[in-house]
């Protein structure tokens, strides 16, 4: 049994993989599914926010500028809720990523972790994986010689 923390922190591990997903990677996923059917609680709606950030990760916050998000919530016949903010305006993504985020809480989770959630996983794991090559190529080793006298 999981602690509310836990269960906090794996949804927001899932809801952010799903945020960072190709559009069109997850709709093909979720394409092989028989998705239920459901209620708009928000339908997605397109707006800005504001992104913040610190000076090495530690100093004090400013506002870095703002960045194009679309959300969305809805309701599944069972009652599981889902939610999704997605970067940009692509409403079909912010639908398809709040339906499994609810499919996620409910008797289904099993089933979207195999067929949705490892496989996005894996294959962010590769991009990251692959553009720290790409970075790791270009790295310049310096040495200092020390003279003998």
């Not at 049994?1 to 922190?9: C, D, F, G």
């Not at 992104?51 to 599944?76: D, I, K, Q």
């Amino acid at each position: 049994m999981e602690t509310p923390e836990q269960e906090i922190a794996a949804r927001q591990g899932w809801m952010g993989l799903l945020a960072r997903a190709p559009a069109e990677r997850l709709a093909e996923l979720l394409g092989r599914e028989a998705l239920p059917g459901f209620d708009w609680l928000r339908v997605p709606e397109t707006g800005g926010v504001m992104v913040r950030g610190r000076m090495g990760g530690t100093g004090a916050p400013f506002n870095l500028g703002e960045m194009t998000v679309t959300r969305c919530a809805l309701r599944l016949e069972s009652g599981e809720v889902g939610h999704a903010h997605v970067q940009g305006r692509n409403r079909a993504h912010a639908e398809r990523a709040a339906l499994v985020d609810a499919l996620m809480q409910g008797p289904r989770a099993d089933e979207m972790q195999a067929s949705v959630l490892v496989p996005l996983a894996s294959e962010e794991a590769a991009r990251r994986d692959a553009r720290a090559a790409r970075a790791a190529a270009t790295k310049v080793d310096f040495f200092t010689m020390v003279r003998g006298e």
